[in-house]
């Protein structure tokens, strides 16, 4: 029988686990991704659990130990920066280009095409096409939209349903070892330590010094706060007045707006977290969305990854979750003997479920950080006992059933 063949669009991390996944259950793949260049590095950290890894090296790459870093505990600080919540949480975390960069070594050339910006997709009982900008068409028997938060295939199979900003905001950013103190070090390098201004919820997450040696480690902030669309739109507003909509680039951001977030972070911020935003090079800005797709397959198209679900950033799932879609697709090719149909339907229903649960998840941890109805100490207690936590939580809800 000849090889079946699969169209994957979008190159991060979601497409290339399934690129993998399904060439090693003998599928042809070809990548289609929109950057021209590489995409180089988030400057983000990520949890993990052991099925990231284990779904490394199902595709093939060792997980050697430059991929994660361990992290001892979770350490709340009050805003004088005494101690006033700790949990011995051990876990491991990486960062994103830690993950993608093996991926897309490990993935032929050849494969893997750049510059290829899906404009729509047409399928039949026999095959699915997909057209791009630049004019060109590509043929398959299943195209796995791996295309992100603003999937253009999910756009096309899902009009109308669109991700929902969630009314608040993440201001991010890498600390370099060099531009911390280094009293600060092992608090910072080895711990998730947590802030708590009314409303809002500042976290540092060791990670992965992103082009460093193994085991060089530096941490990430991501400060949410509350901000209406009305006041996105004005944050994402440049020097010379243009609205870049709700997303801008990080040098655009103006000035003054990155001079406020220090003032603030000097009064509302425990020293050791105000620290962190003040040995930032770069600041960006990242609007928080959720969205979850009532259907993941739709003929011979699979949506994986962000494409399919966002959850908020409050279950550190993103990169996790685009993994194990990966190898649930691939699982159910597998199993049903690559008969299309019947694999995208098993898919849906391995996936779906599991995805809407972890959009409510981080819904509700969002709404917990936000509340200002709870008692404090509750409000901090829950949110660093339920916080990058929602696969254990979801496996102690299945046990105990
Ligand atoms: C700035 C940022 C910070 C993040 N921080 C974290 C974090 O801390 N922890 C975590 O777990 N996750 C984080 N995430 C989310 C995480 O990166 C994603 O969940 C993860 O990358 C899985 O995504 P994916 O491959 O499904 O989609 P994405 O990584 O979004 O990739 C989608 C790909 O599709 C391409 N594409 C889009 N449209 C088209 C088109 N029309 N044609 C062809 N290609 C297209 C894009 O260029 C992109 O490469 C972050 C994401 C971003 C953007």
Same mark, same amino acid.
């Given at each position: 029988?000849? #090889?079946?063949?699969?169209?994957? %669009?979008?190159?991060?991390?979601?497409?290339?686990?399934?690129?993998?996944?399904?060439? *090693?259950?003998?599928?042809?793949?070809?990548?289609?991704?929109?950057?021209?260049?590489?995409?180089?590095?988030?400057?983000?950290?990520?949890?993990?659990?052991?099925?990231?890894?284990?779904?490394?090296?199902?595709?093939?790459?060792?997980?050697?130990?430059?991929?994660?870093?361990?992290?001892?505990? !979770?350490?709340?600080?009050?805003?004088?920066?005494?101690?006033?919540?700790?949990?011995?949480?051990?876990?491991?975390?990486?960062?994103?280009?830690?993950?993608? !960069?093996?991926?897309?070594?490990?993935?032929?050339?050849?494969?893997?095409?750049?510059? *290829?910006?899906?404009?729509?997709?047409?399928?039949?009982?026999?095959?699915?096409?997909?057209?791009?900008?630049?004019?060109?068409?590509?043929?398959?028997?299943?195209?796995?939209?791996?295309?992100?938060?603003?999937?253009?295939? @999910?756009?096309?199979?899902?009009?109308?349903?669109?991700?929902?900003?969630?009314?608040?905001?993440?201001? !991010?950013?890498?600390?370099?070892?060099?531009? &911390?103190?280094?009293?600060?070090?092992?608090?910072?390098? @080895?711990?998730?330590?947590?802030?708590?201004?009314?409303?809002?919820?500042?976290?540092?997450?060791?990670?992965?010094?992103?082009?460093?040696?193994?085991?060089?480690?530096?941490?990430?902030?991501?400060?949410?706060?509350?901000?209406?669309?009305?006041?996105?739109?004005?944050?994402?507003?440049?020097?010379?007045? *243009?609205?870049?909509? &709700?997303?801008?680039?990080?040098?655009?951001?103006?000035?003054?707006?990155?001079?406020?977030?220090?003032?603030?972070?000097?009064?509302?911020?425990?020293?050791?977290?105000?620290?962190?935003?003040?040995?930032?090079?770069?600041?960006?800005?990242?609007?928080?969305?959720?969205?979850?797709?009532?259907?993941?397959?739709?003929?011979?198209?699979?949506?994986?990854?962000?494409?399919?679900?966002?959850?908020?950033?409050?279950?550190?799932?993103?990169?996790? *979750?685009?993994?194990?879609?990966?190898?649930?697709?691939?699982?159910?090719?597998?199993?049903?003997?690559?008969?299309?149909?019947?694999?995208?339907? @098993?898919?849906?229903?391995?996936?779906?479920?599991?995805?809407?649960?972890?959009?409510?998840?981080?819904?509700?941890?969002?709404?917990? %950080?936000?509340?200002?109805?709870?008692?404090? @100490?509750? #409000?901090?207690?829950?949110?660093?006992?339920?916080?990058?936590?929602?696969? &254990?939580? !979801?496996?102690?809800?299945?046990?105990?059933?």
């Amino acid at each position: 029988m000849a #090889r079946q063949r699969a169209l994957v %669009i979008g190159g991060s991390v979601g497409g290339l686990f399934a690129a993998h996944l399904l060439r *090693k259950a003998g599928w042809d793949v070809a990548v289609h991704e929109r950057a021209a260049a590489g995409l180089g590095d988030r400057g983000t950290g990520i949890g993990t659990r052991p099925e990231l890894f284990a779904a490394m090296r199902r595709a093939g790459i060792a997980a050697t130990n430059g991929l994660g870093i361990d992290v001892l505990g !979770r350490v709340g600080l009050g805003p004088d920066g005494s101690v006033i919540h700790e949990r011995t949480a051990r876990g491991v975390t990486s960062a994103w280009s830690r993950i993608w !960069r093996p991926l897309r070594e490990a993935m032929p050339d050849a494969l893997y095409h750049g510059d *290829k910006a899906l404009t729509r997709i047409e399928q039949s009982a026999d095959g699915v096409t997909a057209s791009f900008a630049d004019g060109s068409c590509a043929e398959g028997d299943l195209l796995v939209a791996a295309d992100g938060l603003h999937s253009t295939v @999910r756009a096309q199979l899902l009009p109308g349903l669109a991700p929902r900003y969630a009314g608040m905001v993440a201001w !991010r950013g890498v600390v370099e070892p060099g531009s &911390l103190a280094p009293e600060l070090h092992t608090l910072m390098f @080895r711990h998730m330590v947590f802030g708590f201004p009314a409303g809002e919820l500042m976290l540092s997450i060791p990670m992965p010094v992103p082009q460093g040696a193994p085991g060089e480690r530096c941490c990430h902030f991501v400060w949410f706060r509350a901000a209406d669309e009305n006041a996105l739109r004005a944050l994402c507003t440049d020097t010379s007045g *243009k609205a870049h909509g &709700l997303s801008i680039p990080p040098p655009l951001i103006r000035p003054e707006l990155i001079a406020g977030i220090k003032r603030d972070a000097a009064t509302l911020l425990a020293p050791q977290l105000a620290a962190l935003v003040n040995g930032t090079a770069q600041i960006i800005l990242q609007p928080i969305f959720d969205f979850e797709s009532p259907q993941l397959a739709f003929g011979r198209v699979a949506l994986i990854g962000d494409a399919a679900f966002v959850a908020r950033p409050h279950v550190a799932s993103g990169v996790m *979750k685009a993994a194990l879609d990966a190898e649930s697709l691939a699982d159910a090719l597998a199993a049903t003997g690559s008969d299309v149909d019947a694999a995208l339907r @098993r898919y849906n229903a391995d996936r779906q479920p599991y995805g809407a649960w972890l959009v409510e998840r981080g819904r509700h941890i969002g709404a917990t %950080i936000a509340a200002r109805d709870i008692e404090p @100490r509750q #409000r901090i207690e829950t949110v660093m006992r339920e916080y990058g936590a929602a696969g &254990l939580v !979801r496996d102690e809800a299945m046990a105990a059933r």
